[in-house]
């Protein structure tokens, strides 16, 4: 099992910046990558980033590529969502995400942090 839990969502005026973090435990040895996505009201859930847990390889969702940037601290176990030039269309809660050497799909969640972008 992976716990993670997210952190760092708030209010902000579009034009700004936050910075998401997600403190991932338990068996991480087993992790092959960790990402984020947000879901907005009445929508579904979207891919955000994500990165590979040992290597570092990242991959965006085209919405946000030059704006976000994932990152991991493998010694702190703690990921990363540097999110600048925020728009109102980025109001969502995000949540972190891990996926297990052994699937395709990312099996654990965190429980999610709001994010808002005034206009």
């Known amino acids: 099992q992976v716990q993670l839990v997210e952190s760092g969502g708030g209010l902000v005026q579009a034009g700004g910046s936050l910075r998401l973090s997600c403190a991932v435990s338990?068996?991480?040895?087993?992790?092959?990558?960790v990402g984020w996505f947000r879901q907005a009201p009445g929508k579904d859930r979207e891919f955000v980033a994500r990165?590979?847990?040992?290597?570092?390889?990242?991959v965006y969702a085209d919405s946000v590529k030059g704006r976000f940037t994932i990152s991991r601290d493998y010694a702190k176990n703690t990921m990363y969502l540097q999110m600048n030039s925020l728009k109102p269309e980025d109001t969502a809660v995000y949540y972190c995400?891990?996926?297990?050497?052994?699937?395709?799909?990312?099996?654990?969640w965190g429980q999610g942090t709001q994010v808002t972008v005034s206009s």
């Open positions: 338990g068996r991480t040895f087993t992790t092959s990558a």
């Open positions: 995400a891990a996926r297990p050497l052994t699937s395709q799909q990312f099996a654990y």
């Open positions: 990165i590979s847990w040992s290597g570092g390889a990242t």
